[in-house]
């Protein structure tokens, strides 16, 4: 179909994009447009503005920050997965990015977008969570920042304000051993359900992919993981708390058993047994 008439302009800096954004409240950001375009042309959304924020400088990049890696928004899928820090640093997000869509769409998306479109079906926000990532977003008050696990509050919304721009996401390092399950019906389709598993000093973290209106954690498999509970009876609570949705890629109790399924395969993974 054919998107609804907009206005296009190119923002060639953050301050120019949030100025952009203040000043019309119908106006949306472009990034990667991976996920906005299919929208509009849906027309389930019709922005009056598009504001290209694809070429602003700077806003692509990966940084090791020590405790933390540095990662720009409009960093694309495709470098997240091959970054040997990010590699080495946060693992479970450059598995996480190697799952999402097919080279075409990893070498357009970006991981701002992404987090920003609040899709509970998308791989990197719950490999985010896992990870106890923040978010820096700036807007016409300055700076600030946002943890994931505050930062998605209903399906395709998030905490950012209006004239927000999300520019960077911080990962902490530190969770060297990680798993990513996706159980999908076709190559490079969305998770019906998918699971992201980062293990660190600090216990166990499951974060799931589609298994509500937003990414979600599985607090009660990760609690039964600290009290020593083997990964079978652990796994077995990984659908507790979840409201996953009923549509044509399976029925809420097939989600309910495939969060089971694969947070069982992925806390076996982390223990380094085979599964
Ligand atoms: P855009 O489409 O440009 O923007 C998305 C939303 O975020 C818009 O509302 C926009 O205004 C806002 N936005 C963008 N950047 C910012 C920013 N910096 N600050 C604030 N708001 C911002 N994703 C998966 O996770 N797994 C998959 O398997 C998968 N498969 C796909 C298959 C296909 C065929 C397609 C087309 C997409 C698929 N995607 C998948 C989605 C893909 O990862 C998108 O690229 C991503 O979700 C959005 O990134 P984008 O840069 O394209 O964002």
Request: glycine share 10%.
């Amino acid at each position: 179909m054919i998107p609804a008439t907009f206005d296009y302009v190119r923002a060639e800096s953050v301050a120019e994009a949030v100025g952009l954004l203040a000043a019309d409240e119908d106006a949306k950001l472009l990034a990667g447009g991976h996920s906005l375009v299919p929208l509009m042309k849906l027309r389930l959304a019709a922005p009056s503005q598009l504001v290209d924020i694809g070429k602003i400088a700077g806003l692509s990049y990966v940084r090791d920050a020590g405790d933390h890696i540095a990662i720009g928004a409009l960093t694309r899928h495709r470098i997240i997965e091959a970054d040997p820090v990010i590699r080495a640093g946060a693992g479970l997000l450059a598995a996480a990015a190697a799952e999402v869509g097919d080279p075409q769409v990893r070498h357009r998306g970006t991981i701002g977008g992404s987090i920003a479109h609040g899709d509970p079906a998308s791989d990197l926000p719950a490999a985010l969570l896992a990870l106890d990532a923040s978010y820096v977003v700036t807007g016409p008050a300055g700076d600030r920042t946002i943890s994931a696990a505050s930062f998605h509050i209903g399906f395709l919304q998030t905490a950012l304000h209006p004239a927000e721009v999300l520019t960077e996401i911080r990962v902490p390092t530190g969770a060297p051993r990680f798993a990513f399950r996706k159980f999908r019906a076709r190559a490079a389709d969305w998770a019906v359900v998918g699971v992201a598993a980062a293990s660190g000093p600090a216990g166990v973290r499951i974060g799931l992919v589609n298994m509500g209106a937003t990414p979600l954690r599985a607090l009660q498999a990760e609690a039964a993981v600290a009290a020593g509970l083997p990964a079978a009876d652990a796994a077995r609570l990984a659908a507790e708390g979840t409201e996953p949705r009923e549509d044509l890629g399976a029925t809420a109790s097939f989600r309910r058993h495939l969060a089971r399924v694969l947070v069982g395969q992925a806390l076996e993974e982390l223990a380094g047994r085979p599964c």
